[in-house]
């Protein structure tokens, strides 16, 4: 089915661990997004990527990283999780023509203790 | 950065009862999006407003877009348990969306 996919679904962390949360989409879409979800603040923009090969700071990038892996992979890292960081998280990609609406995965649980 | 003042922030009807729900920006933007969230879920699109103005019906959902193109809002009628869920707002300029903070429904049966 297209869509985009993104792992691990839930995850616990220690506080100072690292981990990466992998996204993928198969509607050969130009941009993708990573949005952290918290109560109370809707969708807050995280990091971008326009296009393959280019990435850019959205609302909310400190303590995060990305990589633009391909046209379809974009993954988002946390090198040394801190609390704060506990959020649900969506990856999203957006087409480029027709429509132009983004489309999200289903969301990643982030718990760090 | 834009910040899209949605309102409520939640609702708690009676089944079958109309819902309206609104989003305000100090930015124009051109298009907006309504979104609808179920528990454990990525939001999914409800509608997608592409000129001021317009209005656009979904079944029981209709939305429109500002004629100033600095608000929007969602009617929902005869509201339904299956309507529960988060429903945001988006204002989206060129490949850039900015999300309201939410509107919580509540539906009893």
């Known amino acids: 089915n297209a869509g985009v996919t993104q792992t691990p679904k839930f995850q616990v962390l220690k506080t100072g661990q690292s981990m990466t949360l992998q996204c993928a989409q198969d509607m050969n879409h130009n941009s993708m997004y990573w949005y952290r979800q918290d109560p109370g603040m809707g969708l807050r923009l995280i990091y971008y990527?326009?296009?393959?090969?280019?990435?850019d700071k959205g609302e909310v990038p400190n303590g995060y990283n990305v990589s633009r892996l391909n046209k379809r992979e974009f993954s988002l890292r946390l090198e040394s999780a801190a609390p704060s960081q506990t959020s649900v998280y969506f990856c999203?990609?957006?087409?480029?023509?027709?429509?132009?609406?983004?489309?999200f995965g289903a969301g990643s649980r982030l718990t760090v203790l | 950065g834009q910040q899209l003042n949605q309102s409520p922030q939640s609702m708690f009807i009676q089944e079958g009862e109309d819902v309206s729900m609104n989003c305000t920006s100090s930015s124009i933007f051109n298009t907006w999006l309504w979104y609808k969230q179920d528990p454990g879920e990525g939001p999914v699109l409800l509608i997608a407003l592409y000129k001021a103005g317009e209005l656009t019906s979904n079944g029981r959902l209709t939305a429109q877009f500002g004629i100033t193109r600095k608000d929007s809002f969602l009617n929902i009628s005869a509201s339904i348990p299956s309507d529960v869920g988060i429903y945001f707002c988006a204002g989206q300029w060129g490949n850039m969306l900015t999300f309201g903070g939410g509107t919580r429904l509540m539906v009893k049966p």
């Open positions: 999203a990609s957006f087409g480029d023509s027709g429509a132009n609406v983004l489309t």
């Open positions: 990527s326009a296009s393959e090969g280019t990435t």
